[in-house]
């Protein structure tokens, strides 16, 4: 092995180990690249790509973080994420909730399914798995403990479904990942409708014949009679959430509007719904408007230590080295893809979507892409992938999400033991996905040709 290949195994070797110690994981990228640059320089190793690490070096690094920020992609990130916490404070999950009841809760399983259908529609709002699974966890819970729900089965749905906005468009992280890869936000968009959907069908059967196989654990609710006035009611309720869905998503597909001016309108028909809900005083906006600033802050600072770590692993050859490894594997091209999607879901145990999305994504995806596979598929792949880390110990975010908020007698290894179905579920799903590429590429093909 050569000397810049060994730096380039000792870099990625120490961000594995420093991301276990807590420090905040942007100083650890950027401390790293400035750190191995050092090394490279006392140790007169060259660069495997022809960059001198001189002022140059430091220009293009300059110039990388600059394109980074200037980027109008990016545009959309605080705007996604402003639009999520204002529904978050307008009472629509609230109002989904006693309508969705009022039709399935005497059904067993109602509840639950009820939470499931209420998680859809705000994955499809708001694409914030904090908010969403708080959200769910302050309506849903108490509902379904109150009417004799199994705890683990009750803190398990609100935990799954609460990580379905990190997958179902508009989604920060198919945003981030498109910039990542030079790719279409329409096209990934477009591509994680119908797994987003299938991962929602999947916990609503599951649910279901759980809840008929074991009816203590899910037990009938006390509801009202069927009437068409419930019927009316929750129209009415679902009426604000797909209007801001139809405004996103439908001014994108519809070639109207770019991502990051979809985003803008998404921003504005939030803060509409919550003036007219009459939710929205100064305090609130001062709230929201902190919270979009702290998490937009937190993405960028990522992103611009993610831009120099890989900058610096690329030019000692860690790119290169990847790539040999990964196809010097005993596995035909198919068996190589299942490597990477299996080592994937192993680090999500300990890593961010963050991290593995601005770290391992573009290391692993030139690999693919070689091989014959379509971009669009491997990276709604790798994204179901990264939403399946939201649920596994020890940095599941969505159980200590849960956890922050959930009644005393709810405790973490009741999560742990809730959630564990539907980390199969979503495997389940993956592997759907995996030999049915069509779910991910037909409806990009129909829409761009």
Known sequence: MAPNEMLALAMFASFIGLVFTGFPVAWILGGLAVLFSAFAIVLKVDFAVPIALDWAYTSLTVD???NVMENWVMVALP????????????????????????????????LAVTVTLIGLLLAAS???????????????LPAMLANGYDKSLAAGTVCAVGTLGILIPPSIMLVVMADRMSMSVGDLFLGAMFPGALLGGLYILYLFAYAWLRPEVAPAASHEAFTWSAVGDLFLAILPPAFLILAVLGSIFFGIATPTEAAGVGAFGAF????????????????????TTRTTAF???VLI??????LVLRGLGGDELIERVLLGLPFERTGIVICILAA??????????IELTLIILPLVSPVVVSLGFDPVWFTVLFAVCLQTSFLTPPVGFAIFYLKGVAPPEIDVATIYRGVAPFIALQIIGLVIIFNWQALVTWLPAQAYG
């Open 344 to 353: 994937t879901f192993l680090l999500g145990f300990f890593l961010d979507w």
């Open 272 to 291: 509409f719904l919550a003036v007219v809900k009459r939710r929205l005083n100064l305090a609130v906006a001062r709230e929201v408007l902190y919270e």
């Open 79 to 110: 705007m996604f994420i402003l639009m999520g916490l204002l529904l978050d404070r307008s009472g629509i999950a609230n109002q989904l909730m006693l309508s969705f009841a009022r039709l399935f809760g005497g059904i067993r399983g109602g």
């Open 64 to 66: 990388r973080i600059w």
């Open 126 to 140: 708001t694409g914030i798995i904090g908010a969403s699974v708080v959200l769910l966890a302050l309506l849903g």
């Open 305 to 310: 230590g993610a831009t120099a770590f890989s």
């Open 299 to 301: 993405i960028f600072a």
